[in-house]
């Protein structure tokens, strides 16, 4: 599943418990091609290609938040889409609400939609500045937060980067197993609706925590500077390490491996030290 | 790693024996996991034509018969000093896989019940001496700071191979399987074992520097002691949820047709690397951090799988399983196998690897997997819905993870109360 879905997954949650649905029989499709006929509950189409065929009926809600969502019988109930593709072919019928939030949508003259409601997003093209300011914003915001704690806190850093130095295998082993296992968690929580807010929670603690990582590893990159004013050196290695992780991105594969490897040692790290409180040391071995 | 020190300073005889120690197992292991599991089953219920509680009884019967001989040859090769001669080692082993390819090629061609009877009483022979004749090799071949990554080597390949071949878990293809590969190893062991070759003497110095366990540093664990059966009993707890819930879910079309079983190779080709990468955290976490946190993450694993198959009965039965099911199961077993090929010859010195590994292997794999194998049988044979089983394993589970900080809590607490310092 695509990382990107999880927080479309739980607001699709949300909406779902909110409009007082069965959760119990929400189904959530996350990869293949599925042709739904006598589904009997909410229906959550993810990284899917979901078809209603002509003579079938499901009774909705439909949350559409990726791949593709392909009517051309009925659909009793609700739909939202969040994000996709919605096809409305002839002959499709949407007899509750369709309510288009976000993603494409394509509906044929034969499609009968009993009512339509939409969030109208106007979408510029952004200039060369505007495309990168979330990521310039985000680098910025993680440069001071270094700066910051390198200068109040230095012992955290170094803990944490000395970990992810010496120990980089250790780090990313670590840093992977409790990302995927944690994430898996947190998802699954999701699910039970009581649990939203500690699924929430949770991820934004573990964004946290990988967001420390960078700092850290910004911090060892800064250190090379050799430049007493530690404060600024962190800041100018995060940024190098944001940049690094941008360009990275830019080889498909192997950039994305690299990235992620580095962010999951960056996180084990934080994970191995307990926050940067104490220096990471593995079991004495005999020889 | 000492290995690429080996290496580098070209030591090949050592480098040789890291090669022989993860092929001999892992084939032995892959036996046990496909054959010997699997196919027995195939055998007793499909080409016998016994009712699944008959064969169960058979699996535990094999179980019980497998263990005895285990433990009995596993402490008259300490006693006999056997442990630390290689050479006696080799030519047991040697023994084991000549009765085991006899029985394999036979096995197909089993059709009644007193044959498979016959079948599974002499088939316990082989699995019982060759538990602490292969599992102790490690003293003579892997040193203590590379056994992690060599045990991870040995369950990350043997469960690869398993994934990925064959197809189809009857025991006619697994018979020709074995029985091809096993032919060129009868003849391999039989030239290393029943002369003297030079290399070999080598090797067979090598557990006056590798023999002393990681845990029997500087006192040795003794047999008796409360800390070797604490792992025998976690272990076994293990084995036991695995095989228990596994063995229903098996026989559950929409999971295992959507992922061990399943006819896209892309699938396999997942569940195979999953296997691969587990047993490789495994041997990182095992080699950096102590024991208990491998223990807590196998158990932590277990449980959150089992949750997930149970949620998904209960409440998503219609669609297609999410591969994430079968992928935490197989990063717990990954996790585990690993622990299971180190643990033993870590708690042991050449005087005691027979009889811990024995015991270990014994009880804690073959005991538990038997005996939970049985009664997934029998709890299918009285047709007990697949969601209330996996509740049961779910529940044991839940119960492991719990049990075990609460036991090192309370063993804390004891050594406070009698006045040992805090380490």
């Known amino acids: 599943m695509k990382l990107e879905l999880i927080p479309l997954l739980i607001l699709a949650l949300l909406l779902l418990s909110a409009g007082g649905a069965d959760v119990e029989t929400a189904e959530f499709v996350i990869e293949g091609d599925h042709e739904v006929t006598d589904h009997r509950g909410a229906l959550i189409v993810g990284d899917a290609t979901v078809t209603v065929p002509p003579d079938a009926e499901v009774p909705g809600p439909v949350y559409v938040i990726g791949g593709e969502l392909r009517v051309e019988g009925t659909v009793a109930g609700d739909v939202t889409q969040l994000a996709g593709v919605l ?108 649990l939203v807010p500690v699924s929430l929670l949770g991820l934004l603690l573990g964004a946290a925590a990988v967001a420390y990582g960078v700092v850290a590893l910004g911090y060892l990159v800064g250190r090379r500077l050799e430049t007493p004013r530690v404060g600024l050196a962190t800041a100018l290695g995060v940024a190098v390490v944001v940049v690094l992780l941008e360009a990275s991105s830019a080889v498909p594969v192997v950039g994305d491996l690299l990235a992620i490897g580095l962010l999951l040692t960056g996180f084990g790290a934080v994970v191995l030290t307990y926050f940067g409180l104490r220096r990471f040391e593995p079991v004495t071995l005999p020889e | 790693m000492k290995l690429i020190e080996f290496v580098r300073e070209r030591r090949w005889v050592p480098v040789s024996g890291y090669l022989i120690y ?68 080799l030519r047991l082993l040697f023994a084991v896989v000549l009765v085991q390819l006899v029985l394999t090629a036979a096995a197909p061609y089993v059709r009644s019940p007193w044959q498979f009877g016959l079948w599974v009483a002499v088939c316990a022979l082989p699995l019982g001496v060759g538990i602490p004749v292969t599992f102790s090799f490690m003293i003579d071949f892997v040193p203590v700071r590379d056994r992690g990554y060599v045990a991870a080597a040995v369950a990350g390949l043997s469960f690869f191979a398993a994934a990925l071949y064959p197809m189809e878990w009857r025991i006619e293809e697994f018979s020709a399987v074995m029985a091809a590969a096993m032919a060129p190893a009868v003849v391999v062991l039989g030239v290393l074992s029943l002369r003297r070759v030079p290399f070999v003497d080598a090797l067979a110095r090598q557990h006056e520097a590798f023999g002393t366990g990681r845990f029997c540093r500087p006192e040795p664990i003794r047999t008796t002691s409360a800390t070797f059966w604490g792992l025998v009993a976690l272990m076994f707890g293990v084995f036991f949820v695995d095989s228990l819930g596994f063995l229903r879910i098996i026989e559950t079309p929409i999971y295992i047709y959507t992922s061990w079983q399943s006819p896209e190779v892309g699938t396999r080709l997942f569940i195979a690397g999953v296997h691969l990468v587990g047993a490789f955290v495994a041997g990182v976490l095992y080699t950096s951090f102590d024991r208990k946190w491998l223990f807590l993450w196998v158990f932590g694993l277990f449980a959150f799988t089992h949750l997930q198959y149970v949620f998904h009965i209960r409440f998503g039965s219609d669609g297609t399983p999410p591969l994430l099911m079968p992928m935490f199961y197989v990063l717990a077993v990954s996790f585990y196998t690993t622990l299971n090929f180190a643990l033993w010859p870590d708690l042991s010195t050449p005087e005691t690897v027979g009889t811990h590994t024995a015991l270990g292997v014994g009880i804690a794999g073959w005991l538990a997997t038997f005996l939970s194998t049985a009664l997934a049988l029998y709890s299918e044979g009285i047709g007990l819905p697949l969601l209330t089983h996996l509740t049961y394993v779910n529940a044991l589970a839940l119960l492991l993870v719990v049990s075990l900080p609460v036991a090192l809590y309370v063993h804390r607490m004891v050594e406070l109360a009698r006045g040992v310092s805090a380490s």
């Open chain 1, 87 to 194: 096809a409305l072919e002839d002959g499709a019928a949407i007899e509750g609400r369709l309510q288009h939030v976000a993603g494409t949508e394509r509906t044929a003259d034969g499609a009968v939609v009993a009512e339509r409601t939409a969030v109208e997003v106007t979408r510029n093209d952004p200039g060369p500045v505007a495309a990168y300011l979330p990521t310039a914003l985000a680098t910025l915001a993680l440069a001071l937060a270094g700066a910051w704690l390198s200068r109040r806190w230095p012992t955290l850093l170094e803990n944490v980067g000395a970990t992810a130095r010496d120990h980089a295998l250790i780090s990313l082993t670590v840093g992977g197993l409790v990302f995927v296992t944690f994430l898996s968690v947190f998802v699954f929580m999701a699910f039970t609706l009581v």
């Open chain 2, 22 to 89: 993860v092929a001999a197992l892992a084939a032995g292991y892959y036996y046990n996991l496909t054959f010997v599991q699997l196919g027995l089953i195939d055998l007793g219920t499909r080409l016998v034509g016994l009712p699944p509680g008959t064969v169960s009884m058979a699996m535990a019967a094999l179980a019980l018969l497998t263990l005895v001989v285990a433990v009995t040859s596993g402490v008259l090769m300490d006693r006999r000093g056997t442990s630390a001669d290689l050479y006696a080692k």
